[in-house]
């Protein structure tokens, strides 16, 4: 299949030595390029993002404007996306816009008259943009909800179906999920469903380490002088990461918080500084950290014990994405958490001992 792609994407996938498609990409290549409805579900870190983008821009055409609409849940996603397509949109000469809430509308109205082929954006600001009659839906060939399992349980969700009913009716509408939890009724009429939701990423390593509750922050801070450490650190309540933070600041511990009320210019600075390891423990709620993609992130560590399966699931796929290793640490308090935590991955025990992690 690969082989197929145009000569400019050739070279591409050649510089990233990527010789062949993940699961979900080759699965939904050509039902997505035949116009086909699709609800494709894979586990985070498959590689659904291109699963979805390398069939639909193969199907558009340079210079007509606004043929295809992407949806995502919120800004972070909406952002990565917008990067990857301008990475695969631009050799084929199509140009891809963003469209957010919270930024100028002025602008994004200016950049409409430049008449781009792909328009990427959160459903709020997309729909504003219809009402005022800029984004003009007659001409949307192609729909794409990403991380719809997300859409669906959000207040975003009826922006998302005022949207879909402005189309015209012989539109494709695409749907990509990280879990199966998904409302069939809601899915335009004759969607292919392609469910790979069990598929293991085996890259992943699960491990707990015992700790008592009130030692935790004090575990942390051990973990953020490890030598080129760093971890994207999950706390179940925003009041817990609060007062972790403080104290690891407190102790000049090399530790910063998501927390959602952080403005998305200052939220770039710090994850910018995460990724390039001067900060060494991003602490996050499971709200905040939506959409979040970090390359190569070696640890995801959970505070507590994750509510559920699907929610550690979602934790454990920040890291080990694409084939890449990666590994969860669990700190267990209490006998009945590391029961819990075994019905959700196989699980071996570890503690820290001069900057290292041993396996007991």
Known sequence: MISQFPSAWQKKLAQLNFSELTDIQEKVFVPISQGDNVLGISPTGTGKTLAYLLPALLKLKPKKSQQLLILSPNTELAGQIFEVTKEWAEPLGLTAQLFLSGSSQKRQIERLKKGPEILIGTPGRVFELIKLKKIKMMNVDTIILDEFDELLGDSQYHFVSKITNHVPRDHQMIYMSATNKVDQSVLAENTI?????????????????????RERVELLRKFSNIPDFRGLVFFNSLSDLGASEERLQFNQASAVSLASDVNVKFRKVILEKFKNHEIALLLATDLVARGIDIENLEYVINF?????????????????????????????????????????????????????????
Do not use: C, W
């Open 193 to 213: 469903t392609i469910d790979l939701s069990d598929q293991k990423l085996d890259t992943i390593s699960h491990y707990y380490i015992s700790v008592d509750k």
């Open 304 to 360: 507590e014990v994750a509510r559920d399966r699907e929610t550690y699931t979602h934790r454990a796929g920040r890291t080990g994405r694409m084939g890449k290793t990666g590994a969860v640490i669990t700190f267990v308090t209490h006998p009945e958490d590391l029961k819990k935590l075994k019905k959700f991955a196989k699980v071996s025990e570890i503690y820290l001992k001069n900057q290292k992690l041993h396996i007991k």
